[in-house]
T-cell receptor, first 117, second 111 residues
Framework: SQTIHQWPATLVQPVGSPLSLECTVE??????LYWYRQAAGRGLQLLFY??????ISSEVPQNLSASRPQDRQFILSSKKLLLSDSGFYLC????????????????FGEGSWLTVV | GENVEQHPSTLSVQEGDSAVIKCTYSDSASNYFPWYKQELGKRPQLIIDIRSNVGEKKDQRIAVTLNKTAKHFSLHITETQPEDSAVYFCAANTGGFKTIFGAGTRLFVKA
């Protein structure tokens, strides 16, 4: 079966510091990978998605970036954090879309709580 | 692009009553509609989904209905229990890479 791992689970970072969140998926090949952010008490904002190694699509302009160095690894980074970057970050995956008629289910990792101080 | 609107934003019911959450979508090409439950501090988890080739799907106390003509879909929870208290998200997907989520409904079930 497929599993998704995301770390770290929580972190407190000062303004202006760098960020690296990592996510890996097991049990599937060539998954679609996603990074979502959820501000406190708010909805799910899609930040980035990737359909393959090195292929990153950005949904919201910001000081964050994403990379996919391996098929099942997805990394969210920032060079300098802002207070507004605080939130609950969720990595997610779905099965590759090639040949499908209907949309794919998205499965979320356990999330990373980021507090920028 | 697709837009999903979800109502109400907050819903409070007595234990044992039914709860209904409604969503509308804008893209007629959307064909897959999942529902997620998010408990406090945890990740959203899929609870039920429906494809556009069916109008209704039921799993024990939860059911989802879909009206493609009106571009509406709804989540129905019967015999609510305190453990049903959570935030519920509807979503829509056209078969592509992106799933668009509603803003969420915070459900409170009062014992």
């Amino acid at each position: 079966s497929q599993t998704i791992h995301q770390w770290p689970a929580t972190l407190v970072q000062p303004v202006g510091s760098p960020l690296s969140l990592e996510c890996t998926v097991e049990g599937t090949s060539n998954p679609n990978l996603y990074w979502y952010r959820q501000a406190a008490g708010r909805g799910l904002q899609l930040l980035f998605y990737s359909v393959g190694i090195g292929q990153i699509s950005s949904e919201v302009p910001q000081n964050l970036s994403a990379s996919r160095p391996q098929d099942r690894q997805f990394i969210l980074s920032s060079k300098k954090l802002l207070l507004s970057d605080s939130g609950f970050y969720l990595c997610a995956w779905s099965a590759a879309g090639t040949g499908r008629i209907f949309g794919n289910t998205i499965y979320f990792g356990e999330g990373s709580w980021l507090t920028v101080v | 692009g697709e837009n999903v609107e979800q109502h109400p934003s907050t819903l409070s019911v007595q234990e044992g009553d039914s709860a209904v959450i409604k969503c509308t979508y804008s893209d007629s090409a959307s064909n897959y509609f999942p529902w997620y439950k998010q408990e406090l501090g945890k990740r959203p988890q899929l609870i039920i989904d429906i494809r556009s080739n069916v109008g209704e799907k039921k799993d024990q106390r939860i059911a989802v209905t879909l009206n493609k003509t009106a571009k509406h879909f709804s989540l129905h929870i019967t015999e609510t229990q305190p453990e049903d208290s959570a935030v519920y998200f509807c979503a829509a997907n056209t078969g592509g890479f992106k799933t668009i989520f509603g803003a969420g409904t915070r459900l409170f079930v009062k014992a």
